[in-house]
């Protein structure tokens, strides 16, 4: 079956699940609407009122400003019926609902009606159960959740389908290994995100970072007692091991240290992504944490591979080795701080913590306080399920499920035991997470190791041309590179909105606001400094692709690439701010031939040092690169001098030349060239280390020593002691402080250098990405 036919089938949505799918996609839903009634009416202790009175009360109008204020609430409403919405129609909305309108809208119209029905009995037993309160903003938000939930499914129910099918029907390890990282990575996106108190707002934002919620100093937030701190350490580490260990699984040729390269890029996105996130913190922590365990994940896989390569008896030792740890883990964990002591109550405090109504706790915490709890215990116990399975099929033994009653009884005898520690509270829901999460781990082992069952000859037809078709198109994007226009166009949208709104954070450098205002004219100023930006970041990377015919003409690429870069920023930045940097005209030339000729002497002495960089960082993968690297160093000793020349010696303003060192020596120039380089070098190092296999140690240290260099560079190079404005000081104060009223200094002075190094660094990297992947 061609890709074209592939095509007819996906547009018709012919695709059905099998009847076992089905099957379980029902208990899960199922499962998923008691859950909903469950936390709807916990604690369970309900008390006789009045029917009439709840029930007019319920249909009463919640405000809008209610539910302004609770956002949370209604953003956890909503997200609780999205996956009723879009499980139901995969499972009602067939082939002949498909096909004929009618059909469908009834079928979409019972689900809303279902889900509403479920939401009314849900919020209107809450009515009898004290501290609870109905409300119809609640009844709203959940079916707004369904509606949602089936406009995703109009949209992706088919490919949801068939994934479903490929899921369940995967016969080889590696597409399993694959589609268990797909779901571990959005497992950590959705958790990033909850509790779903998500703003845009600025104001907000700039008191989270006054708040001291956005901890840019690693390990400095650290709270509660030693064991506490390892113990939260060691578990966010523990969740980025699988991360590390699918990654080689499904990449066998990437380094450890690209793999933790790329958690460092998904951990930082994440950090990222939780500054939008009102109840969450974002600490640079999590990220050195996120390399540290996809780093060892990384190298477990191949020292398991190694083991398993010399017979089955080294691997069962190493799973029961394994599993005797992960045991002596736990019950450390259980018993810490171990100043076990018989409690007050005796025996009625046993049977408190296992008659207390399950999860009654956790619905009392904060929503991401309670999520992370249950994520927690479900990850303590989810690699013994993983462990045992593993060792009892490596001793060629047929896996029995007794295995998981025994850790069942060991989970509810470790909680039985915290009773005795007064610090510590026993619970019968923490019992039944860590049981749950041992059978998922058992669960994983054995879908990773046997076929579950056959496909249907034609879903199976479908499955495999859709497989091959994409196959097709990972070939065609691999040949392109990553370069596709799209991630450039999302680069320099994204680009342009940080750059606006960085614009408006509050002590930002006052000549940044000025810089792009809030006016249609900012916006145009924010989209041709994105323009030229990106435009910047191409060719360093163009430059060491080239022949070396071509190559050598690189001062004509760099008069084409200035002019370019010359149009965009007369076209969309306000002129007095571009003669701020190269000077108004004072020569006796065209007023644009001299802003033209002094523009381009700056943009060659700031791309120069770039495309070094990037000659260094392949000569660093490519011996061979040498040469290019040589050809660079003659150019730049030939042109330095005339380019110092024309931007110091006869400046036409003394905004640049006041803030070098000893009034803009050839020094000053030389060093601030090199800090330039270095972050052209720490820049391309990081993206080649996504791509480099053989070479990545070589990339980490270029990484440590220009990171070093950059500093140390900009303060040789620029004036440690001005006198202005009846005032004094430095350089470095001058460009980043808020105002001339107010210089940072200190501890606030280093913190703005490095949101500013990070910037530059993490911009660069991001844009030259695509390009180094073309340059393997």
């Known amino acids: 079956m061609h890709a074209a036919h592939l095509g007819t089938l996906s547009a018709q949505n012919t695709v059905e699940l099998a009847p076992r ?113 109905e409300s119809l903003g609640d009844v709203l938000a959940q079916t707004a959740g369904t509606i949602f939930g089936l406009i995703l499914h109009a949209r992706f129910g088919n490919q949801a389908r068939v994934w479903l099918i490929k899921v369940g029907t995967a016969v080889d390890t590696q597409s399993r290994v694959t589609h268990s990282l797909h779901g571990y990575l959005v497992a950590l996106l959705l958790f990033a995100v909850m509790p779903l108190d998500l703003t845009l707002d600025i104001g907000e934002l700039y008191h989270k970072w006054q708040d ?19 113990y939260e350490l060691v578990t966010d580490v523990l969740l980025w091991v699988p991360v590390g260990a699918l990654w080689r699984l499904n990449e066998p040729l990437r380094t450890p240290g690209a793999i933790a390269l790329r958690a460092a890029l998904l951990a930082l996105a994440i950090e990222c992504i939780q500054l939008l996130v009102l109840s ?14 996809a780093f060892l994940g990384a190298l477990i896989v191949p020292y398991l591979q190694q083991v398993a390569a010399s017979g089955q008896d080294a691997l069962q030792r190493i799973w029961k080795i394994g599993l005797l740890v992960w045991l002596a883990v736990v019950v450390m964990i259980y018993s810490f701080p171990f100043d076990m002591q018989w409690p007050q109550q005796g025996w009625l405090a046993l049977e408190e913590a296992f008659t207390r109504v399950p999860f009654i706790t956790y619905f009392r915490r904060h929503e991401f306080g309670a999520l992370n709890e249950i994520l927690r215990k479900l990850l303590v116990f989810l690699p013994g399920g993983l462990l045992i399975r593993l060792w009892l099929t490596s001793a060629a033994k047929t896996p029995s499920r007794v295995a998981l009653v025994w850790l069942a009884l060991l989970a509810f005898l470790l909680e039985a035991g915290q009773v005795l520690l007064p610090e510590r509270v026993a619970e019968l829901t923490d019992a039944l997470l860590a049981t749950l999460g041992a059978i998922l781990g058992w669960r994983l082992a054995g879908w ?52 606006w709104l960085f614009a408006r954070v509050p002590d930002v450098p006052y000549n940044v606001i000025k810089l792009m205002p809030m006016s249609p004219a900012g916006l145009m100023a924010a989209l041709g400094l994105a323009l030229v930006i990106w435009w910047i970041a191409v060719l360093p990377v163009a430059f060491i692709s080239m022949s070396q015919v071509m190559a050598m003409a690189l001062p004509l690429w760099l008069l084409l690439h200035g002019i370019i870069t010359f149009a965009v920023l007369r076209t969309t930045v306000a002129l007095p701010m571009l003669h701020k940097v190269i000077g108004s005209p004072i020569l006796a030339w065209p007023s644009f031939a001299e802003d033209l000729v002094r523009y381009l002497a700056l943009h060659s002495a700031l791309l120069l040092p770039l495309c070094g960089g990037a000659a260094l960082v392949k000569a660093v993968r490519k011996t061979t690169a040498l040469a290019g690297l040589l050809y660079w160093f003659f150019l730049v000793a030939l042109v330095a001098w005339p380019l110092h020349w024309v931007i110091v010696e006869q400046a036409a303003t003394d905004n640049l030349t006041e803030l070098m060192r000893d009034n803009g020596s050839f020094g000053a120039s030389s060093w601030l060239a090199l800090s330039i380089m270095a972050i052209g070098i720490t820049a391309g190092a990081l993206a080649s280390l996504l791509f480099e296999h053989r070479h990545w140690r070589g990339l980490l240290i270029w990484i440590g020593v220009s990171a070093a260099i950059t500093p140390v560079a900009l303060l040789m190079g620029l004036e440690s002691t001005i006198v202005k404005y009846d005032q004094v000081f430095s350089a ?18 280093a913190l703005r250098y490095s949101l500013a ?18 340059a393997t």
Do not use: C
């Open 448 to 499: 990773l190791t046997k076929v579950n069952y056959t496909l249907p000859a034609e879903a199976a037809t479908v499955v495999n041309d859709m497989s091959l078709h994409a196959q097709r198109n990972n070939q065609s994007t691999y040949r392109t590179g990553s370069s596709s226009w799209w991630w450039h166009g999302v680069s320099i949208a994204g680009l342009m909105a940080a750059l």
């Open 212 to 230: 001291g919620r956005v901890i840019l100093l690693p390990f400095s937030d650290m709270r509660g007692t030693t064991p506490e701190i390892i």
């Open 732 to 749: 470095p104060q001058f460009i980043l402080s808020s105002s001339r009223e107010a210089y940072a200094d200190g501890p606030e002075l």
């Open 21 to 133: 799918q089905r099957w379980q996609l029902s208990w899960l839903l199922l499962l998923w609407a008691a859950f909903i009634i469950y936390g709807s009416w916990v604690p369970l202790n309900f008390q006789p009122s009045d029917p009439a009175e709840i029930w007019n009360t319920l249909w009463q109008w919640s405000a809008w400003d209610s539910l302004r204020e609770q956002r949370i609430d209604t953003a956890v409403n909503v997200l609780l019926t999205v996956p009723l919405g879009f499980g139901l129609a995969l499972l009602w909305i067939n082939s002949q609902a498909r096909t004929h309108v009618l059909a469908g809208i009834f079928v979409r119209v019972a689900i809303v009606l279902l889900v509403l029905a479920l939401s009314v009995l849900a919020e209107y037993g809450q009515g009898f159960i004290p501290g609870r309160s």
């Open 757 to 774: 190094w990070l910037a530059a660094v993490g911009t660069l990297t991001w844009l030259q990405i695509p390009w180094w992947r073309r």
């Open 280 to 293: 969450r913190l974002s600490d640079t922590t999590d990220v050195i944490l996120a390399i540290v365990g």
